[in-house]
C-alpha cells in the first residue's frame, strides 16, 4: 500500500494536477500591466484653457490687467465691440497687418507701373507726337490706382489671415455661456498652452478676480 501512495500523481488524482507547479504559469512570474487605455480608466478631455465671465468693460479690463501682470501671456479677451483698453491689457501691442498693407501697396505700385511701361516699350509701342515710348508721367494715375487697390486687398486678406478667418469652430464656442459674448458680457481667458499654465492654480487665480463664474473650455 505504501508503493502505491508514492506513486506520482496519485495523491492528487491524473485531473487534479498542482497548477502553480506547472512549467506554463510559473509562480514567480508578475501579471501582466494594466492598459492604460481601459474603459474602466476615465480618460479626462483635454482642455484648451479656462474661462472667466465678467458683466463689464472696466472687470474684465482690469482682470486682463492682473493676469498679465501675474506673468500669464497666453491669454485672450472677448467682448461684444471692441475694447481698446482690453488688447493693450492683454500686452497685444503690434500688429504685422501696416507691414502687409505697405508691401501690398508697393506690390501694387511697381506691377502697375512695369505692366504699362511693357505695353508702351515692347508690346506695343506707338510714336505718338514724337513722344519718348517711356512716358512716364502717364503711366501715374493708373501707378497710383494699382497702389491703392493691391493695399486695399493686402489690408483685406492679410486681416483675415491674422485673425484666422473664417473660422467655423473655436474652442471657446463650447463654453456654456459664450453665446453671450455678442451681447452683453465679457470673457477672459488663460490658454492651457501658456508657459506658466497649472490648472489648479490658474483656477484659483480666476476665482480671486471676482468673476460671475469659471469654466473649463474644453478643446
Same mark, same amino acid.
Given at each position: 500500500?505504501?508503493?502505491?501512495?508514492?506513486?506520482?500523481?496519485?495523491?492528487?488524482?491524473?485531473?487534479?494536477?498542482?497548477?502553480?507547479?506547472?512549467?506554463?504559469?510559473?509562480? #514567480?512570474? #508578475?501579471?501582466?500591466?494594466?492598459?492604460?487605455?481601459?474603459?474602466?480608466? !476615465?480618460?479626462?478631455?483635454?482642455?484648451?484653457?479656462?474661462?472667466? =465671465?465678467?458683466?463689464?468693460?472696466?472687470?474684465?479690463?482690469?482682470?486682463?490687467?492682473?493676469?498679465?501682470?501675474?506673468?500669464?501671456?497666453?491669454?485672450?479677451?472677448?467682448?461684444?465691440?471692441?475694447?481698446?483698453?482690453?488688447?493693450?491689457?492683454?500686452?497685444?501691442?503690434?500688429?504685422?497687418? !501696416?507691414?502687409?498693407?505697405?508691401?501690398?501697396?508697393?506690390?501694387?505700385?511697381?506691377?502697375?507701373?512695369?505692366?504699362?511701361?511693357?505695353?508702351?516699350?515692347?508690346?506695343?509701342? *506707338?510714336?505718338?507726337?514724337?513722344?519718348?515710348?517711356?512716358?512716364?508721367?502717364?503711366?501715374? !494715375?493708373?501707378?497710383?490706382?494699382?497702389?491703392?487697390?493691391?493695399?486695399?486687398?493686402?489690408?483685406?486678406?492679410?486681416?483675415?489671415? *491674422?485673425?484666422?478667418?473664417?473660422?467655423?469652430?473655436?474652442?471657446?464656442?463650447?463654453?456654456?455661456?459664450?453665446?453671450?459674448?455678442?451681447?452683453?458680457?465679457?470673457?477672459?481667458?488663460?490658454?492651457?498652452?501658456?508657459?506658466?499654465?497649472?490648472?489648479?492654480?490658474?483656477?484659483?487665480?480666476?476665482?480671486?478676480?471676482? !468673476?460671475? =463664474?469659471?469654466?473649463?473650455?474644453?478643446?
Amino acid at each position: 500500500m505504501a508503493d502505491e501512495k508514492d506513486k506520482p500523481g496519485e495523491e492528487y488524482g491524473d485531473d487534479d494536477t498542482d497548477i502553480s507547479a506547472s512549467p506554463r504559469l510559473p509562480v #514567480s512570474a #508578475s501579471p501582466a500591466p494594466p492598459i492604460s487605455l481601459s474603459p474602466r480608466l !476615465p480618460i479626462s478631455p483635454s482642455l484648451y484653457g479656462v474661462m472667466a =465671465e465678467f458683466d463689464n468693460p472696466s472687470d474684465v479690463v482690469a482682470a486682463a490687467r492682473r493676469t498679465y501682470e501675474a506673468g500669464y501671456r497666453r491669454i485672450n479677451g472677448y467682448s461684444p465691440y471692441p475694447i481698446e483698453e482690453l488688447w493693450e491689457a492683454i500686452g497685444f501691442h503690434h500688429t504685422r497687418l !501696416p507691414i502687409i498693407v505697405l508691401i501690398g501697396g508697393i506690390i501694387g505700385g511697381l506691377g502697375g507701373f512695369l505692366m504699362q511701361y511693357y505695353l508702351a516699350v515692347f508690346d506695343y509701342p *506707338l510714336n505718338v507726337g514724337g513722344k519718348p515710348f517711356n512716358s512716364w508721367p502717364a503711366f501715374v !494715375p493708373i501707378t497710383f490706382e494699382m497702389t491703392i487697390l493691391c493695399a486695399a486687398f493686402a489690408a483685406v486678406f492679410g486681416m483675415l489671415a *491674422l485673425n484666422k478667418l473664417p473660422q467655423p469652430y473655436h474652442p471657446v464656442f463650447n463654453a456654456p455661456n459664450f453665446k453671450l459674448a455678442s451681447r452683453d458680457t465679457f470673457f477672459l481667458v488663460i490658454e492651457a498652452n501658456d508657459p506658466r499654465y497649472d490648472h489648479d492654480e490658474v483656477v484659483e487665480f480666476l476665482k480671486s478676480l471676482e !468673476p460671475k =463664474e469659471v469654466c473649463d473650455v474644453e478643446v
